[in-house]
């Protein structure tokens, strides 16, 4: 466990500014929550991984133009969601939102269904029916 005075203050951009809460031992001996400006391997690991997301994303919706895959997968990874996450916040179970990836099967989708799917994205229904 670090102590207070080891808790990183190099900074980080993918912070925006703000400070994170950590802990640390202090001099005390007791675990206390100390404020971090991050640091530069957190930033590298974020950017990686914000990278593969907006990868994942633009795979999708060249999936979608090329009519292999709905509008859905590709919002989905916009929204830094995957299926298991996706399929808890909307209640609906992960091998029915695989199948609404089929773009016939996404056509077919009710309007009651796709608010669903738009409410836990924070997306209206004309938004979540375009890839853009």
């Not at 809460?21 to 202090?26: I, K, L, N, P, S």
């Not at 990278?51 to 895959?69: F, Y």
């Not at 399929?87 to 773009?103: A, D, E, K, N, Y």
């Amino acid at each position: 466990m670090m102590l207070d005075s080891e808790v990183p203050q190099e900074g980080n951009s993918t912070l925006g500014g703000q400070r994170k809460a950590m802990y640390a031992r202090g001099a005390d001996g007791k675990l206390h929550i100390v404020q971090s400006a991050g640091w530069e391997v957190e930033e590298i690991v974020t950017r990686q991984a914000v990278e593969d997301l907006n990868r994942l994303a633009e795979d999708a919706r060249q999936r979608v133009i090329a009519g292999q895959t709905s509008a859905l997968e590709y919002h989905m990874h916009k929204a830094r969601m995957d299926v298991p996450l996706l399929s808890q916040v909307t209640g609906l179970w992960q091998w029915r939102i695989r199948r609404h990836f089929r773009p016939d099967i996404f056509q077919g989708l009710s309007a009651g269904l796709l608010k669903r799917y738009g409410d836990a994205m924070g997306l209206t229904v004309e938004q979540l029916q375009k890839a853009e």
